[in-house]
């Protein structure tokens, strides 16, 4: 079964808008990562957070994470058309942090 | 350019049939992981293996297998392939053993089995 379940599952904005994608996992964590995948292409790293952080900035993205709820959200400010694409995130569980586990992605688009 | 190269890009095969998918991580990476991307099922984790060892195992049916070999590369083996399989396969690597860094994925082998 997936780990983590993103929300929403689509998302359409205008370009210029923020966009806010939330990420729900199960078990604990050693860190959750967001990737984002261009379709049909591979998955490109974005940002990791580990679980004793609370916040981290890159760019125009900002992840959070709050273990005791067990979810994270991904924000991409000024959003642009070529941001169009899905995003994922992933966690590494405390169990078995050998493997990623994927989230179901949220489908992003960008409207010009 | 992640580093990581997958072989073939497209793959058309008959139900039944055996495939074999290559992956080259990238150069230094131990940790090899394999990843099954279908429409209905999501990404699904596979397997993984670190410097030649199996380390994980996910939801892997029994017709698949996979290796890692001395020189880091990775196979994944389908066989007896039924139409369900048609599906992108990533493969990954990342450097260190845990999951602590980022992946690095390849472009995808796409299967389609008709």
């Known amino acids: 079964s997936q780990q983590g379940e993103e929300d929403p599952q689509a998302l359409s904005i205008q370009e210029g808008e923020n966009a806010t994608m939330n990420c729900s996992y199960k078990?604990?964590?050693?860190?959750l990562q967001w990737y984002r995948q261009n379709s049909g292409r591979g998955l490109v790293h974005l940002i990791l957070?580990?679980?004793?952080?609370r916040e981290k900035h890159s760019g125009r993205l900002r992840v959070t994470l709050d273990t005791s709820k067990k979810s994270s959200s991904l924000l991409i400010t000024a959003s642009r058309a070529a941001d169009t694409a899905s995003y994922f995130c992933a966690t590494a569980p405390m169990d078995s942090s050998y493997k990623l586990i994927f989230g179901s992605g949220t489908r992003l688009l960008v409207r010009p | 350019d992640s580093g990581v190269t997958q072989t073939p890009k497209h793959l058309i095969t008959a139900t039944g049939q055996r495939v074999t998918l290559r992956c080259s991580p990238r150069s230094g990476d131990l940790s090899v992981y394999w990843y099954q991307q279908s429409l209905d099922q999501g990404l699904q984790f596979l397997i993984q293996?670190?410097?030649?060892?199996?380390?994980a195992k996910g939801n892997i049916l029994e017709r698949f297998s996979a290796q890692q070999f001395p020189d880091l590369h990775s196979e994944l083996n389908l066989s007896s392939l039924e139409l369900g399989d048609s599906a992108l396969y990533f493969c990954?690597?990342?450097?260190?053993?845990?999951?602590?860094?980022?992946?690095?994925f390849g472009q995808g082998t796409r299967l389609t089995v008709v």
């Open positions: 078990t604990s964590i050693n860190n």
């Open positions: 957070i580990r679980s004793n952080e």
């Open positions: 293996y670190y410097n030649g060892e199996e380390r």
């Open positions: 990954a690597s990342s450097g260190r053993e845990r999951g602590d860094p980022e992946a690095f």
